[in-house]
C-alpha cells in the first residue's frame, strides 16, 4: 500500500512540473510577443492596398523605400509608410500624400540620416559583437529615427512595428511622430527663396541638389564679406578710441568678433532665407557652433587679459623686484586665476560644442566602455603637457617664486616675467628672455633672491701692500657707501683686513644693498672710488713684487760662496779705492801707456 502511495506523489509531482512550464513557456511567449511588435486591428484602411515598391519589412528598407518614392513624386504610394491611424479613412486619402511630401522634406533637411546605419533586421534586434552594449540581443518593436527641434523644443521621429491579425508584422512611422508633420515642416521646409528656382535645378545631384551646388559657393562668399567688413570695422573703432586699456582690448577682438558676426549672419539666412539639404544644414550647424562658442571664449578671455594688464599696470607696474611681496603675490594669484579660467572656458566651450552635436548620444556607451583605454593613450601620449599643467598649478598655489622675484638659474640672474600653463617665461638681465618648461624648473634647484627681502649683502675686496693705511681706506669706505642711495642699514658697514701673504694683504668691504641689481652697481660705484683714491694719493699701497737675488753658486757649495763673497768683498773694496783717489789711478793708468808705447 505504501508502494502505490508513494507512485501516485511521483505522478502527481510530475504533473505539477508540467504543468507550471507550460504556463512559464505560454506567459513568457505572450511577453515576447509584446515586445516584438504592436498588435492593430487594422492599418491605413483609407489607403487601400500597399504598393509593392513600399517594402516596409525592416526599417532599413521602410525608410529607403519611402525616399525613393518621394524622390519619384509617388506620395500616394510613399504615404503606406505613415500610420495614420488617427485620421479617419476619407483623411487619410486626403492629407496622406501631402503629409508623405512634407515629412520627406523635413528628413532631407532636418538632419543627415544614414539609411545605412538602419537596422536590416525584422526585429531590429541590437547587434553589438563586442558586447559592450548592455542590451545586444534585445529584439525592439520601435526605435528612434530622428530627433529634430522647432521653437525651442524637441520633436522624435519613431518607427514602430505594427502587426494585424496573422499579417507579417511592419515598419510605419507612428502616429505621433505623423502629428508633428505641421510643425517640423514650418521649420524645415523650403524656404520662400526656393519658389523661384527652376524645377530642372531642384533635381538631385550626388549629396546636394542642383542649385544648392550654385548657391553654397555664393553663401560662403556673402558671409566672408560680412566678416571682413566686421574685421575693419574694428579696426577703426581702435583709432577712434582714446589709447588705453579699452584700445587695447578692441584691437585684439577683430578676429573673434568678425566670426561671431559670421555665424549669426548664417544663421539668419539659413532661417529665414535659404534652407539647404541635411549634409549641407548639419555640417553649416557644426561649424556654426564651434565658431560661435571659440569666438565667445576668445573674446571672453581677451577681456580678462585686458583687465589683467590695467590690474598689473596700477598696482605693480614693471614687473622687478623692487615692489613689496603684497604687489608680486597679487600678480602671481592674477596669472593662476587666467589660467583657471581659461582651463573652465576650453571645458565649458567643449562640453556644450559636443552637447549640441549629440555627440554624446551617438557615441554614448562606446566613449564609456572604452574611457579606460582613452586614459592610458591620454596619459601617455600628453604626459609632458599634463605635467607642465599640474606642475605650473602648484607654483602657482604654493608660490616658491612669484612675478617679479629675481632668480638665479643655472648660473644666469633673471626676473620671473610670466608663469603660464606649459612654461616659465624668464627675463635675463641683459633683456634676453629664456622659456623653460615649468617641470624642468621644478627639477632644478633655483635660487630666489626675494623669497623674502630683495636686501641682499654684499662685498668687494682689495688687495694692497702691507704698508696701506687700514683705518683711512675704512673712513674712504664708509663716506663712499652713505653716499650710495640704494645702500641701507648703514650701521652693517663693516672694512676688515681678511688675508695676507708675505707681500700684500687683503682688506673686504660689507655693505647691505635695497635690492640685488643695484647693490652689484653700489657695489662697482664704491671699488672704482677707492682705487682712484688709492691711485691718486698712495700709489705706494699698491702690490709689488720683491725679487731676490741669491749669490750662492750651487754647483761650487760653500768653497765657491765664501770664494764669491771674497771676489765681492774685494770688488767692493777696490771700488771704494777708486772713489777715494781718482787721480792717482788716472796717472798709473797714463804711465803704464808711455811704457807700453816705448817698448814697441
Request: hydrophobic letters at 45%; glycine letters at 6%.
Amino acid at each position: 500500500m505504501k508502494v502505490n502511495s508513494s507512485w501516485l506523489a511521483w505522478v502527481l509531482l510530475v504533473l505539477a512540473l508540467t504543468l507550471s512550464s507550460l504556463c512559464a513557456a505560454q506567459t513568457q511567449g505572450g511577453e515576447s510577443e509584446t515586445n516584438r511588435w504592436f498588435s492593430v486591428d487594422s492599418l491605413n484602411t483609407g489607403l487601400g492596398d500597399p504598393p509593392k515598391e513600399a517594402n516596409r519589412v525592416t526599417p532599413r528598407e521602410a525608410i529607403r523605400s519611402f525616399l525613393d518614392l518621394t524622390n519619384q513624386e509617388k506620395y500616394e504610394a510613399a504615404s503606406h509608410v505613415l500610420n495614420l491611424s488617427e485620421f479617419s479613412e476619407q483623411e487619410q486619402r486626403e492629407q496622406g500624400p501631402e503629409l508623405a511630401r512634407q515629412m520627406a522634406e523635413i528628413l532631407q533637411r532636418g538632419e543627415w540620416l544614414s539609411v545605412s546605419d538602419l537596422p536590416g533586421r525584422e526585429d531590429a534586434v541590437i547587434e553589438n559583437p563586442s558586447g559592450q552594449n548592455p542590451r545586444a540581443g534585445e529584439p525592439r518593436r520601435n526605435i528612434e529615427l530622428s530627433s529634430l527641434k522647432a521653437n525651442g523644443e524637441t520633436y522624435d521621429i519613431r518607427l514602430g512595428r505594427y502587426r494585424v491579425e496573422d499579417q507579417e508584422p511592419v515598419w510605419l512611422i507612428m502616429p505621433v511622430s505623423v502629428s508633428y508633420i505641421p510643425v517640423l515642416y514650418e521649420q524645415y521646409g523650403p524656404s520662400m527663396l526656393e519658389e523661384y528656382i527652376p524645377k530642372r535645378l531642384q533635381a538631385s545631384f550626388g549629396m546636394l541638389r542642383i542649385w544648392e551646388w550654385i548657391a553654397i559657393p555664393l553663401f560662403v562668399i556673402v558671409v566672408g564679406m560680412v566678416g571682413w567688413g566686421v574685421h575693419h570695422l574694428v579696426r577703426l573703432m581702435t583709432s577712434w578710441l582714446p589709447s588705453g586699456a579699452s584700445t587695447i582690448f578692441v584691437s585684439q577682438i577683430g578676429m573673434p568678433t568678425a566670426l561671431i558676426a559670421m555665424s549669426i549672419v548664417t544663421q539668419m539666412l539659413l532661417d529665414y532665407v535659404v534652407s539647404f539639404s541635411a549634409v549641407a544644414t548639419t555640417t553649416f550647424r557644426v561649424l556654426l557652433i564651434s565658431i560661435l562658442a571659440w569666438g565667445a571664449g576668445t573674446i571672453a578671455l581677451r577681456l580678462v587679459d585686458t583687465i589683467m594688464l590695467r590690474m598689473t599696470r596700477r598696482l605693480v607696474g614693471e614687473i622687478d623686484d623692487t615692489k613689496p611681496q603684497d604687489e608680486r603675490r597679487l600678480l602671481t594669484s592674477l596669472y593662476a586665476l587666467r589660467r583657471i579660467i581659461i582651463l573652465v572656458a576650453v571645458t565649458g566651450v567643449s562640453i556644450y560644442i559636443l552637447g549640441q552635436i549629440e555627440l554624446f548620444e551617438s557615441l554614448g556607451l562606446s566613449i564609456l566602455a572604452s574611457a579606460s583605454v582613452l586614459a592610458v593613450l591620454v596619459g601617455v601620449a600628453g604626459q609632458a603637457v599634463l605635467g607642465n599643467i599640474l606642475a605650473s598649478f602648484q607654483l602657482s598655489l604654493a608660490k616658491p617664486i612669484r612675478i617679479g622675484d629675481l632668480v638665479i638659474f643655472e648660473g644666469q640672474w633673471c626676473y620671473v616675467e610670466g608663469i603660464f600653463y606649459t612654461f616659465i617665461r624668464l627675463r635675463v638681465w641683459d633683456e634676453r628672455r629664456l622659456i623653460v618648461p615649468v617641470t624642468y624648473f621644478t627639477s632644478k634647484p633655483f635660487e630666489n633672491l626675494s623669497v623674502k627681502s630683495a636686501k641682499m649683502y654684499r662685498s668687494l675686496e682689495l688687495t694692497l701692500h702691507l704698508s696701506a693705511d687700514i683705518p683711512l681706506i675704512r673712513e674712504k669706505f664708509l663716506e663712499y657707501a652713505k653716499e650710495e642711495d640704494c645702500v641701507v642699514e648703514h650701521h652693517k658697514l663693516l672694512c676688515y683686513v681678511t688675508g695676507q701673504t708675505a707681500t700684500a694683504q687683503t682688506i673686504t668691504c660689507y655693505l647691505m644693498t635695497s635690492d640685488p641689481l643695484s647693490g652689484w652697481a653700489a657695489e662697482m660705484n664704491i671699488r672704482e672710488q677707492l682705487m682712484t683714491f688709492i691711485r691718486d694719493n698712495h700709489p705706494e699701497w699698491w702690490p709689488r713684487e720683491v725679487m731676490v737675488i741669491s749669490h750662492n753658486d750651487v754647483a761650487r757649495g760653500n768653497q765657491g760662496k765664501r770664494s764669491a763673497d771674497t771676489a765681492v768683498t774685494d770688488a767692493d773694496e777696490e771700488a771704494d779705492s777708486d772713489e777715494a783717489t781718482p787721480s792717482a789711478n788716472s796717472d798709473a793708468d797714463r804711465s803704464d801707456s808711455d811704457e807700453a808705447k816705448s817698448s814697441e
